[in-house]
Nanobody
């Protein structure tokens, strides 16, 4: 089993920045990739970014390209999401997820077996 704990959410003004962290524990040796998703009220959970645990493969949603950066620290079993130039439409609960089965980082909810509980990000206009 794997446990994921997100942190770093909060309230920020439009144009500001936040850095989210996701710490993994448990059977992290099985990790192949980790991703970030978000879910706004009344909407489906959507893909934000993902990174392979080994190598340099990353994918981003078009809506966050150029503003968000995903990175990882393998020694700490932690993945980060640096969010710059935040917009009110970025407001959501942000979840991190871990995949241990696929060769390429998935970009769908169904591609991940483990999920954190989420952290709230609110961007005011």
């Amino acid at each position: 089993q794997v446990q994921l704990v997100e942190s770093g959410g909060g309230l920020v003004q439009a144009g500001g920045s936040l850095r989210l962290s996701c710490a993994a524990s448990g059977r992290t040796s099985s990790s192949l990739s980790m991703g970030w998703f978000r879910q706004a009220p009344g909407k489906d959970r959507e893909f934000v970014a993902t990174i392979a645990w080994i190598g340099s493969i990353t994918y981003y949603a078009d809506s966050v390209k150029g503003r968000f950066t995903i990175s990882r620290d393998n020694a700490k079993n932690t993945v980060y999401l640096q969010m710059n130039s935040l917009k009110p439409e970025d407001t959501a609960v942000y979840y991190c997820a871990l995949d241990s089965q696929r060769n390429l980082p998935p970009r769908t909810v169904g591609g991940y077996e483990y999920w954190g509980r989420g952290t709230q990000v609110t961007v005011s206009s």
